[in-house]
């Protein structure tokens, strides 16, 4: 078995900063790639970033996020990180972590993460 736990979500206003971790226990070898998803209200899970286990090979970014998120890994400690970089509305979601091993996916629990727009002002004169 492989367990995740994600930390560090909360709210934050547009352009914005967070920086999520996924701390991996239990049967750890043999893990293929490490990873965050997300799911937003009525949109399915989709992939944000992932690096492969070990920290060899490309680490691979949807679209959407590239030039703004980087995800790392502490192999000593045993954590994958995303730093996530002038967050804007649409980023906000439930991020999950993920592991694959073996042909099998993980999931962590989630954490949430808001993203506040950066508001309009708005005048009333009589």
């Known amino acids: 078995q492989v367990h995740l736990a994600e930390s560090g979500g909360g709210s934050v206003q547009a352009g914005g900063s967070l920086r999520l971790s996924c701390a991996v226990s239990?049967?750890?070898?043999?893990?293929?790639?490490v990873g965050w998803y997300r799911q937003s209200d009525g949109k399915e899970r989709e992939l944000v970033a992932a690096?492969?286990?070990?920290?060899?090979?490309?680490?691979n970014y949807a679209d959407f996020v590239k030039g703004r998120f980087t995800i790392s890994g502490d192999y000593a400690r045993e954590t994958v990180t995303l730093q996530m970089n002038n967050l804007q509305p649409e980023d906000t979601g439930v991020y999950y972590c993920?592991?694959?091993?073996?042909?099998?996916?993980?999931w962590g629990r989630g954490t949430e993460v808001t993203v506040w727009g950066r508001g309009t002002e708005v005048t009333v004169s009589s």
């Open positions: 239990g049967t750890t070898i043999r893990i293929g790639a």
């Open positions: 690096i492969p286990a070990g920290g060899g090979g490309e680490r």
């Open positions: 993920n592991a694959k091993r073996r042909g099998r996916d993980y």
